[in-house]
């Protein structure tokens, strides 16, 4: 199931006036951070994914990921002198400490809007958590749907 052609987050922030069609839908999807450009469509390279996550807001999700990323960030979540999106505040801090060689606004996203998001998030974090530039900490929750591949089968 196909990924956005990945957008480097500098193009993500000025999408709105250059070119709206380059913003990630306002639904659900997951959505995927690499260091390097790649073909999209299918699955991005695993040694390249930084952050993986699932929204049910793409829009909104990503500004906000992307706005931490790049260091409108602070050190407490949800209050005044915080972060909102614990992924974006990863990458910045994993930037400023030089566990992340890229300038965050370098680095490319992506989003998939035609899958089950419980299923491609596990699938992608469970490849890509070991990787050396990965910041994602949290185990994603299993997906709850009876019969998909990855989940509890409730």
């Known amino acids: 199931m196909p990924f956005s ?3 480097t987050f500098r193009t993500f922030l000025t999408a709105p006036i250059e070119a709206e069609t380059l913003m990630p839908p306002r639904q ?7 260091r390097k450009e790649w073909d999209g469509g ?8 930084v952050y993986v996550g ?8 990503t500004i906000v990921l992307v706005t931490d990323a790049i260091g409108f960030t602070g050190q407490g979540k949800g209050s005044a ?3 909102y999106h614990s992924g974006g505040h990863n990458i910045w801090e994993a930037w400023k400490e030089k566990r992340l060689s890229r300038d965050p606004r370098t680095l490319y996203l992506s989003w998939n809007t ?3 998001e419980a299923c491609e998030e596990i699938k ?12 994602g900490v949290a185990t994603p929750p299993r997906c709850n749907i009876s019969g998909h591949p990855i989940g509890s089968g409730k």
Do not use: H, M, W
Request: net charge neutral.
């Open 42 to 49: 299918g699955n991005p390279p695993e040694n390249d994914v």
């Open 5 to 7: 052609k990945p957008i």
């Open 124 to 135: 992608l974090y469970e490849q890509c958590r070991k990787n050396e530039c990965f910041v």
């Open 54 to 61: 699932r929204t049910t807001a793409l829009l909104y999700r």
């Open 114 to 116: 035609d899958c089950c």
């Open 81 to 83: 002198n915080s972060y």
């Open 28 to 34: 659900a999807g997951v959505y995927v951070v690499t």
